[in-house]
């Protein structure tokens, strides 16, 4: 259904540029100007999404539950708050190598993992841990004795994240895991995808097309 989508306002689009390109085509300056303006847009018309999120079909599971209000669906129900009280945490008993684990609806290509610590008191029991991407239940990606270091900016004090960077890994899980014996709770844990935005390049290109009857009028 999405590549029908895509394929439905591909064509739309092309035809739009077509129409543009044959109406000013001897304008240089328009030909630079929507070149210009047609980089800009390839880069502003993608989104991020986070496709752990149970919002978008992430389905989440851990090592044992140390209360029954810190079950695995509140590390990836879209709140980062890493206030215990704030009832947004995931939670598991104290436990050699204990795991948090998002299966994701579809392998995804991911670029980005964030993991949001707890805040307000025991953020140090995260370090060292092992944050990793895994297809088909092989590790793909990994990143292994970190010490949780806050370099994601929140508004919000009570955010606290650490984000990892890779080159579109395709994954259909991510996981958190200690590389000791401790407790692990998780404010939240996500991972992203880069996905084109149809609707913010088209509205883009009808930009364009305003600026080119502007020049064509002169
Ligand atoms: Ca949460």
Partial sequence: MQFLLYLLV????????????????????FRA??????????????AQTNVAASA????????????AANTPDKGNDGNRNGIYAAGSMMHTNSEFGAWYKIDFATATSISQVNVFNRTESESGRLSPFTVSLSLNGSVVWSATNQTFAQNISDPNPNVSGMSFSMSNILADSVKVQLDRTNYLHLAELEAYEV???????????AGVGVLARRRKSK
């Fill in 195 to 205: 996905v084109p935005e149809p609707a913010s390049f088209l509205a883009l290109m």
């Fill in 10 to 29: 591909g064509s739309v689009f092309l035809l739009i540029l077509w129409k543009l390109i044959m109406s000013v085509k001897n304008c240089f300056l």
């Fill in 33 to 46: 100007t929507s070149a210009s303006l047609f980089l800009v847009g390839a880069v502003l018309a993608s």
């Fill in 56 to 67: 978008n079909g992430g389905v989440a599971s851990q090592s044992s539950v140390w209360n």
